[in-house]
């Protein structure tokens, strides 16, 4: 049997109204392979379609709420938001644990640049793509 993993949110909570999308990925760490994301899902399937493909099968599923940020600032809020629990997170656990953590992040990453400089997407861009992908997905 595999796990599941979601947000618990108060009624009423506005995220509860957004899409929602699973990610599957190998529950022991000695698997590797990349994780399979699938929806966007109302929040009640994606959890019902989580908890049946981890039921027979040693997978994580995270089921989580879509962000459609509709801004370079409002992505870097969510980014900054992450990395700060992350990092209180460890905090704990380091307290928790007291021990030494070894940090992965001393790892160095070569990213290619490109010359061309793309210009970050208007909010009125991203909702009309977020209207094509709705009317993709609903067949309209």
């Known amino acids: 049997m595999g796990a599941l993993v979601t947000l618990e949110l108060p009624a009423g909570s506005p995220q509860l109204d957004?899409?929602?999308?699973?990610t599957f990925g190998p529950l022991d760490d000695d698997e590797e392979w990349e994780p399979v994301v699938c929806g966007p899902y109302e929040r009640p399937h994606a959890l019902?379609?989580?908890?049946?493909?981890?039921?027979?099968e040693?997978?994580?599923?995270?089921?989580e709420p879509l962000l459609p940020a509709t801004s370079l600032e409002q992505i870097r809020?969510?980014?900054?938001?992450a990395q700060d629990l992350a990092a209180q997170e460890a905090d704990e656990i380091d307290d928790v644990l007291d021990d030494d953590a070894d940090d992965d992040d001393d790892h160095?990453?070569?990213?290619?640049h490109d010359d061309?400089?793309?210009e970050a997407p208007s909010a009125a861009d991203l909702k009309a793509g977020f209207?094509?992908?709705?009317?993709?997905l609903t067949g309209s």
């Open 108 to 112: 160095d990453h070569d990213h290619d």
């Open 131 to 136: 209207a094509r992908i709705s009317a993709r």
């Open 116 to 118: 061309h400089v793309v």
């Open 58 to 63: 040693d997978l994580m599923a995270v089921v």
């Open 77 to 81: 809020a969510e980014i900054a938001n």
């Open 18 to 22: 957004l899409p929602w999308i699973i």
């Open 48 to 56: 019902a379609l989580a908890q049946h493909v981890v039921a027979d």
